[in-house]
């Protein structure tokens, strides 16, 4: 399926123009076996609540681009989705570009694209990796940096025809990410005049006023945070990149 803000080859967007006339759109996926975190079940229903609206402005932004002869959303909950059509996951890549791949149900898929007479489906997952990464200090002379293994959400993304056919997958550059869930303490490093810089979680609150932060700006024409129109604009811009 779409690969989760990671690195992977975006190809087959012509196929996806000569084949894909009517689109499918499903809600956003939530890998929740994926997610470490202190509340994983507060944060996967956060996403869930987050990103519920989310789909329906997608298919209105894909409508708006003409691209297809018809973009329609596939009704259904994310979580019973996701048990549908996808059989497993694997962490792939090194460093900034590991990330998740996954296997679809090519039944499960079939069945949605059959049932609300789509040519393939959109499909995308937010799923959590731990990666290593190298993150700077706001404070002291800015020149220090901490590099370990830090926790990210990404998100994949691809266009999927009947018996689990990929025509299209999202190409993200190494490192990108759609949230991050850790940080390093720098400032109590710095305070503390010390070397010992702990990575510390994010709080749920403190996510979800990231997930909720609002687009700025008088040509804002969307109600959807900032963040994830974001990401509706990104696949919006690759899918038409590619065709």
């Known amino acids: 399926v779409m690969s989760g803000c990671a690195g992977l080859t975006g190809s087959g967007a012509v196929e996806v123009e000569k084949r894909v006339r009517t689109l499918g759109v499903l809600p956003l996926l939530v890998d929740s076996g994926s997610i470490e975190y202190s509340n994983s079940d507060g944060l996967v229903a956060l996403l869930e609540e987050s990103g519920r609206d989310v789909d329906d402005w997608l298919v209105e932004q894909l409508r708006k681009k003409g691209d297809y002869f018809d973009v329609r959303l596939i009704e259904g909950e994310s979580s019973q989705l996701f048990e549908q059509i996808v059989l497993n996951q694997t962490v792939v890549g090194e460093g900034l570009t590991r990330h998740a791949l996954y296997s679809l149900n090519p039944e499960g898929v079939t069945r949605l694209i059959n ?3 789509v040519d393939a489906v959109l499909v995308v997952i ?3 990796v731990k990666r290593p990464e ?8 800015g020149l220090e940096y901490m590099e370990t293994e830090y926790r990210s959400l990404l998100y994949t993304a691809s266009v999927v025809a009947a018996q689990n056919e990929t025509l299209w997958l999202r190409n993200a550059p190494p490192g990108s990410f759609f949230l991050r869930i850790d940080y ?14 702990y990575v510390k979680e994010i709080t749920l609150p403190g996510l979800q006023r990231r997930l909720a932060e609002p687009e700025k700006g ?4 969307t109600a959807i945070s900032k963040k994830y129109n974001a990401m509706v604009e990104e696949l919006v811009r690759e899918l038409k990149n590619g065709m």
Do not use: Q
């Open 218 to 221: 008088i040509f804002v024409k």
């Open 134 to 141: 190298k993150r700077w200090s706001e404070y002291g002379s």
């Open 126 to 128: 937010i799923h959590g």
């Open 184 to 197: 390093p303490d720098f400032m109590k490093a710095f305070w503390n005049m010390t070397d010992e810089v």
């Open 115 to 117: 049932d609300n007479l």
